[in-house]
């Protein structure tokens, strides 16, 4: 093979290695989608057929003995008449129990006297889903004992139709306020790019404090009202 043989070789080796390698394309970046974020809020009022109450029994004693003697006895007596009532098993729940010395303290020099007292608290959590009698059901637990109530809190034990609509009510405020500030703005609304949501609800409490008398007082005022429930939209649409 002449010297002349061997280069035009080498050149058809060259070209056929360089239409085998990579090949780099130049591609620009897409364009970024502009976007403009919104809230929209939907709500519905409903009325409570579910109250959720928390009550219990403080006892104060100079052994830790003799105040958790004192408080089992009274918080069966309370339980066994929320049973006898007609509260499930299945509505009570024990919360707390707790149980702490509390240093006693001289009032006049305001100095640790060195004695102490035991405190024990118990503390369940009831459902009640008969609203009409838990006036008298307060009157009951107290009269069997139970001389705390932290909270009454009222529910609706099926909303799912009703946030259901509210969630929709949002969207629709959401999608209005957007195409009003597209509008206001000169732009073209686009399609959802993300959307997300959050339920809350405002449940009515009624009643916190301590002493059996004063609860069963407070009994028959207690009125359960509304409950308002909002839903809370984000939607980002894109714009043009």
Request: proline share 4%; net charge negative; aromatic share 6%.
């Amino acid at each position: 093979m002449n010297a002349k043989s061997i280069i035009v070789t080498v050149a058809m080796l060259a070209l056929i290695l360089s239409a085998c390698g990579p090949t780099t394309i130049n591609q620009e970046a897409p364009a970024a989608v502009r976007t403009m974020s919104v809230n929209g809020t939907g709500e519905t009022n409903l009325v409570p057929d579910l109250a959720y109450i928390y009550v219990g029994v403080h006892t104060e004693q100079p052994s830790a003995s003799e105040a958790m003697t004192e408080n089992n006895a009274q918080t069966e007596k309370m339980i066994a008449a929320l049973r006898d009532f007609g509260i499930a098993a299945a509505d009570i729940r024990t919360t707390n129990f707790s149980i702490w010395p509390n240093e006693r303290f001289d009032p006049q020099t305001g100095m640790p006297t060195g004695e102490k007292i035991y405190v024990v608290d118990n503390t369940v959590y009831v459902t009640v889903r008969e609203l009409e009698k838990l006036g008298d059901l307060l009157d009951t637990v107290v009269s069997a004992g139970a001389n705390t109530v932290n909270s009454i809190q009222f529910d609706v034990a099926d909303k799912d139709e009703a946030l259901k609509q509210a969630r929709a009510e949002a969207v629709k405020d959401a999608a209005s306020q957007a195409q009003s500030l597209a509008d206001a703005a000169g732009l073209t609304l686009g399609e959802i790019q993300s959307i997300s949501f959050f339920d809350s609800g405002f449940p009515v409490f009624a009643g916190k404090g301590e002493a059996g008398g004063a609860v069963a007082q407070a009994a028959v005022p207690i009125q359960p009202g509304q409950l308002t429930f909002t839903v809370t939209v984000s939607v980002s649409y894109a714009v043009k």
